[in-house]
């Protein structure tokens, strides 16, 4: 990785000037900061769209800050259907990332079939940096890596706009 490239995701982010893509094709993710809010969502908490100040969390304002600035930030999840209790938790909570901006697809993994998948979770930034996530076997994070390889991220740019092509967005998909 150059040294102008920065590494930390929240620096990636803010030095995006056009575009923020990322592809998540896991079922289910163990992430620590998740770890609460997933408990508490399987215990029947359920976020209140009309009091936003229970679930703005600091992840929005940064999704609201780049949007705000000009910058396009789209997901795209792959998901097994019917869909796991993991994704049931995110389908839930994701009206709070559609508040702060970021526009939202769901693709179920039957019509990715066809498509060239890059072999990690990843984030690609002005289609030149890619952000791969990494993921023990359970869902842990095991970090993240950074490249501004043209190979990666041509097929990074390509395997995201495939999935956005045939995904549905959050206010049409229905989780099964």
């Not at 408990?39 to 679930?55: I, K, L, N, Q, Y």
């Not at 800050?65 to 994701?94: K, M, Q």
């Not at 693709?107 to 023990?136: C, E, K, T, Y």
Request: net charge negative; hydrophobic share 40%.
């Amino acid at each position: 990785m150059p040294s102008n490239v920065p590494a930390a995701f929240t620096d990636l982010l803010a030095s995006a000037t056009r575009s923020a893509v990322h592809l998540e094709m896991r079922d289910s993710y163990a992430v620590d900061y998740e770890a609460g809010p997933f408990a508490d969502w399987r215990r029947g908490v359920r976020h209140d769209p009309a009091d936003r100040a229970s679930w703005w969390r600091p992840w929005l304002d940064l999704v609201q800050e780049a949007t705000a600035r000009g910058v396009a930030i789209r997901r795209a999840r792959i998901v097994s259907e019917p869909v796991s209790e993991y994704t049931r938790f995110l389908y839930d909570g994701t009206f709070t990332n559609v508040a702060a901006g970021e526009q939202i697809r769901w693709l179920p993994r039957r019509q990715a079939s066809s498509i060239a998948l890059p072999g990690n979770d990843f984030w690609l930034f002005d289609d030149h940096v890619v952000r791969w996530n990494h993921f023990d076997g359970d869902g842990r994070s095991l970090g993240g890596e950074v490249t501004d390889d043209p190979a990666a991220a041509k097929l990074c740019a390509a395997a995201f706009e495939d999935v956005w092509s045939r995904a549905t967005p959050h206010d049409q998909y229905t989780i099964t």
